[in-house]
Antibody, heavy 119, light 113 residues
Framework: QVKLQESGPGLVKPSETLSLTCTVS????????WSWIRQPAGKGLEWIGRTHVRVGTGYTDYNPSLKSRVSMSVDTSKNQISLKLNSVTAADTAVYFC??????????WGQGSTVTVSS | DVVMTQSPLSLSVTLGQPASISCRSSQSLVHSDGNTYFNWFQQRPGQSPRRLIYKVSNRDSWVPDRFTGSGSGTDFTLKISRVEAEDVGIYYCMQGTHWVPYTFGQGTKLEIK
């Protein structure tokens, strides 16, 4: 069973870039699509986007609401998926989850990483 | 984007009694391949979401058979035949038919009366 663990700075200043990694164990990172989802405190879930390793080029799909500020990539040497969100504001304060993505569902989720945007 | 609307948004149920949550989508979730990619997730307090149901009615391996998913087109239901204490949490529906993006319902909070 694949296990996922998100990590990264818990505090980011406004206008800076949020950077998180998701470390994968128990499975090959090349075999899956990977999604990021976020959840502001006490609120619902928002899908951020997905990525997949493909020979020669990376594959990504992003939520149009965040597309201009988000990027994702996969590092197969470290078994990690990364998320970057630039020009953050307080509205980006949330718990960020990574999950395996079957292209129609999200089946295995990590524990989540809390990010606060504040000066 | 497909809008997912859940009802009720909160539910208080006596232990051992049934519970039902509805989710309606703003457009049909029948995919061009004939499948309906509709999911339910459970989020227990302080935990990450876990998938309960995929493709409308298929339970994940950890899910007890007191949970049943049903529905078609735009209207879907999650039923718990006899609520247990471990069922407390928030339940989310999610569509995976019309991406990008995946979209979720607002969540339904289940508590014990």
């Amino acid at each position: 069973q694949v296990k996922l663990q998100e990590s990264g700075p818990g505090l980011v200043k406004p206008s800076e870039t949020l950077s998180l990694t998701c470390t994968v164990s128990g499975g090959s990172i090349s075999n899956y699509f990977w999604s990021w989802i976020r959840q502001p405190a006490g609120k619902g879930l928002e899908w951020i986007g997905r990525t997949h390793v493909r020979v020669g080029t990376g594959y990504t799909d992003y939520n149009p609401s965040l597309k201009s500020r988000v990027s994702m990539s996969v590092d197969t040497s470290k078994n990690q998926i990364s998320l970057k969100l630039n020009s953050v504001t307080a509205a980006d304060t949330a718990v960020y989850f990574c999950a395996t993505d079957t292209t129609t569902s999200l089946d295995v989720w990590g524990q989540g990483s809390t990010v606060t945007v504040s000066s | 984007d497909v809008v997912m609307t859940q009802s009720p948004l909160s539910l208080s149920v006596t232990l051992g009694q049934p519970a039902s949550i509805s989710c309606r989508s703003s457009q049909s979730l029948v995919h061009s391949d004939g499948n309906t990619y509709f999911n339910w997730f459970q989020q227990r307090p302080g935990q990450s979401p876990r998938r309960l149901i995929y493709k409308v009615s298929n339970r994940d391996s950890w899910v007890p058979d007191r949970f049943t998913g049903s529905g078609s087109g735009t209207d879907f239901t999650l039923k718990i035949s006899r609520v247990e204490a471990e069922d407390v949490g928030i339940y989310y529906c999610m569509q995976g038919t019309h991406w990008v993006p995946y979209t979720f319902g607002q969540g339904t909070k289940l508590e014990i009366k």
